[in-house]
């Protein structure tokens, strides 16, 4: 089972021969290809900065792994996340903004210019925009590592195909997971949305159509206590929370959408973090360090829409921008 994306065979990049030369000192370096990632790489780019970004161990970020975006404005008929992640980064590239395929491995924040380091080289940035998103949370439960790619899943663009005519679980009770349990109807004979309150997270639109869907059913108040299986997943545990009662049910996949954290382990210990290691940041969006800014869901822990990811992203970049001129 692929649980990689597509994305980064189909989508254009800056071509050798436009590209500029790699200055010793990056003026503006951005570390993240999502939404907020992306948005920032316009502006600044735009304000002529020719920023450097980093596209992260996913490009485009959460937002090409997610099947169909409704709520972007612009798009009326809704358009693909992949799609919506391309564009951008098409629109980024048209004004100068350069793409680094690499991963950032380290990043010394202690130094200035900043040092960023890829397992191919090092750079230097004089700002720096943190746009490294979120992943998915796991479950916590027996079988889920194991049969992570032979059932267990935490992306239905990716790996829906897989389970044409099956039976699948979709675990959790937000957007994520109704959105996806609805892609899934596509492939899947019958998705059943566990989630483990009586009453749903997500808004009102998804739970009318998930509702009205014959092929998905709801069985609430329940989570899912352990995966089994043998090559592949053929059941899961459940556990009814309002009488304690488990049962096995046999299924074939597990989807789980039970939330995200943020992808902020490079900066622990360089940059202010709650408890959850959100990024702290102040109205203009800088951190706790002068010169790097934070954005999108590494550091929004309210919002984190595509939409208000790319608006903390621009605020990110002309808030960078008016860094540098200082
Ligand atoms: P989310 O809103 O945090 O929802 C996570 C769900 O998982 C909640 O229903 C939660 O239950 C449940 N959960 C958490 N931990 C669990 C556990 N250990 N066991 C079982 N269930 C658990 O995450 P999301 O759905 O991924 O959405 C993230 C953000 O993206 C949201 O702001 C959402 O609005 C946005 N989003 C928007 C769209 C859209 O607009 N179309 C689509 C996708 C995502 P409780 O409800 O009991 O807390």
Known sequence: METSITLDLTMPRLAPETAPEVPLVERLAIIGTGPAGLTAAIYAARAALSPLVFAGPELGGQIALTTEVENFPGFPEGLTGPELSRRMQEQAQRFGARLELDTVTEADLHQRPFVIKTAAREHKARALIVAIG???????????????????SYCATCDGFFFRGQEVLVVGGGDS???????????ASRVTIVHRRG??????????????????????????????GDNAVRAARLKDLATGQQRVVEINGVFIYVGQYPNTSLFKGQLAMDEDGFILVDDLMETSV?????????????????????????????????????
Not at 138 to 152: M, N, Q, S
Not at 177 to 187: C, H, I, K, S
Not at 297 to 324: I, K, N, W
């Open 199 to 228: 009453q749903l997270r997500a808004n009102a639109t998804l739970v009318d159509r998930a509702r009205a869907n014959p092929r998905i059913e709801f069985t609430l108040n329940h989570t899912v206590t352990e995966i089994i």
């Open 290 to 326: 002068p010169g790097v800014f934070a954005a999108g869901e590494c550091h929004d822990r309210l919002f984190r829409q595509a939409v208000t990811s790319a608006g903390f992203g621009c605020m990110a970049a002309l808030a960078a921008e008016r860094f540098l001129a200082d």
């Open 177 to 187: 997971a109704l959105q996806e349990g609805l892609f899934l109807t596509r492939f």
């Open 134 to 152: 979120a992943s998915p949370r796991k479950l916590g439960v027996p079988g889920e590592r194991e049969f992570i790619g032979r059932g267990v």
